[in-house]
């Protein structure tokens, strides 16, 4: 059958696309480029750009570019061989100073930086030699570069696989030239990688979840958030009237099906990414995602369970199928507002999704009140041919007893 056959495509399209992450590339460097870096990459978060040049297997230049407003910006290389982090990061650190230039500095992270006391400069490293450190600030954005020379022995700095971090934030002490804590948003608690400088690959489990927070994404948009409405949609306006398609109920079963399958495989990563980060739980969305995916089953067991045609309780089966319907899509698309909410300050999920509710709106509003017409015009004519006689007069456009426009029966038969 068509229908099927365009499902699993679609099916295909959507799974492999995120199956298979867009290959990380080098990107063009930025012309703020004070020391002619040639290799540069996006990383993944806090959108910021890193470039370096390798001299030798123990020699590099980096340039760490962010376009924000930020008070201060950090780069660091952290020992392996265990995952990089921010405790044991050999950083610098460039701070705005009041006459509009960057002073930056050497700091050594430890344990206790995370538990709150000041990060104070510090002299040279014990391993790590750093050299030409150079920061710049404009308006839109900042930079550091430096030139790092990494101890031979032992080997925990690899080029090959070098822990980084990356890190801003908005407050800072520029007399004591002392940073003050950043905020601890996924995007500030992410910006950790093993860059691989030779083919400029990032390795990391803080890697592997960023993506599949992605797919989390996408997948429940498209599934809960596209496909379900979508379904809705066409069981509502294509079963009789303004537009009959024969074919309604089928194209409705599949958008659900569908829309389900994509939807809970969306879930089941997210439920994987609340278990897996160390930082966060986030109860609310958790909840209703559990709630969404409870009760949209339910709705899928009417394939098998709903009544038949003839049944006495088809009636209210059928008020209850559409009332849990339309129920269920408000609070799908809550939670995915409140998904959304979470990776802020990235604002490209919101306009998508508000466009993809745009559209759904104008659609519905639109079939709505081309339904409404047209029962009004039908029924002011039957009104003049029937005048006197009692019977259909009063139904609704579907021509069924006494029901609105879109609630009467799914049929049973098929
Ligand atoms: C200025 C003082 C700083 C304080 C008080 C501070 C505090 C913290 C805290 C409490 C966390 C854990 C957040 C959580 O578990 O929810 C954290 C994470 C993190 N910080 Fe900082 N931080 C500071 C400076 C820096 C600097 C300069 C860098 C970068 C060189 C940095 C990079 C990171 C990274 C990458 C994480 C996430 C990974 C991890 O937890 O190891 N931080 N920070
Ligand atoms: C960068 O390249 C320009 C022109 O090629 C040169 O004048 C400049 O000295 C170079 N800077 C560094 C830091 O190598
Ligand atoms: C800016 O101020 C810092 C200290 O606050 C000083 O060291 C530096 O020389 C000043 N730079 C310029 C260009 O005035
Ligand atoms: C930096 O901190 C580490 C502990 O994380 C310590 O072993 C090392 O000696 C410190 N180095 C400097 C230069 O302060
Ligand atoms: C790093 O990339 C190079 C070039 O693509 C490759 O030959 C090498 O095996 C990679 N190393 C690691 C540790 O992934």
């Known amino acids: 059958m068509a229908t099927t056959k365009s499902v699993i495509l679609i099916i295909l399209t959507v799974s492999s696309s995120l199956l298979f992450p867009i290959s990380e590339q080098f990107s063009n460097c930025s012309p703020i480029n004070p020391m002619n870096i040639t290799n540069c990459k996006k990383l993944i978060t806090l959108g910021a750009e890193f470039g370096w040049n390798i001299h030798s297997n123990t020699e590099i230049d980096i340039l760490l570019t962010i376009r924000m407003p930020i008070k201060w910006i950090a780069w660091g290389v952290n020992p392996g061989p265990q995952r990089p982090q921010m405790v044991g990061t050999r950083a610098i650190i460039g701070i705005q100073q009041p006459n509009a230039t960057l002073a930056v500095r050497k700091y050594n992270i430890t344990s206790d930086t995370k538990l709150g006391c000041r990060l104070q400069p510090s002299q040279d490293f014990d391993d790590v030699v750093v050299k030409n450190m150079r920061g710049e600030v404009n308006p839109g954005y900042m930079s550091i570069s430096a030139t790092l020379i990494l101890p031979r022995a032992p080997a925990v700095y690899d080029i090959s696989k070098l822990n980084h971090v990356w890190q801003v934030g908005f407050e800072a002490d520029d007399v004591l030239m002392e940073p003050k804590m950043h905020s601890t948003f996924l995007q500030n608690v992410d910006s950790t990688e093993s860059i691989n400088m030779t083919s400029g690959h990032g390795l990391s489990v803080g890697h592997r979840r960023h993506h ?203």
């Open 212 to 414: 599949l927070r992605t797919v989390h994404g996408i997948l429940n948009i498209v599934g809960w958030g596209t496909m379900l409405p979508l379904g809705v949609i066409i069981a509502r306006y294509f079963r009789k009237c303004p537009i009959p398609c024969e074919k309604w109920y089928m194209v409705h079963v599949s958008c659900q099906i569908v829309g389900y399958i994509l939807g809970t495989a969306g879930w089941a990563i997210g439920l994987w990414l609340g278990h897996a980060s160390r930082h966060y739980s986030f109860s609310t969305h958790r909840i209703l995602a559990i709630c969404i995916f409870a009760f949209t089953t339910l709705q899928m067991l009417a394939l098998r369970l709903r009544p038949s045609a003839t049944d006495d309780y088809r009636k209210y089966w059928d008020m209850y199928h559409h009332f849990l319907g339309y129920a269920l899509l408000a609070v799908i698309s809550v939670n995915i507002f409140h998904g959304i909410a979470i990776l802020k300050p990235n604002k490209t999920w919101l306009w998508v999704y508000i466009g993809v509710l745009g559209m759904f709106a104008l659609v519905a509003i639109g079939l709505e009140i081309f339904t409404w017409s047209k029962f009004l015009h039908a029924k002011s004519k039957g009104e003049q041919q029937y005048a006197g006689q009692t019977g259909q007069s009063g139904s609704g456009p579907q021509g069924s007893s006494g029901t609105e426009p879109g609630t009467d029966p799914l049929p049973g038969s098929q």
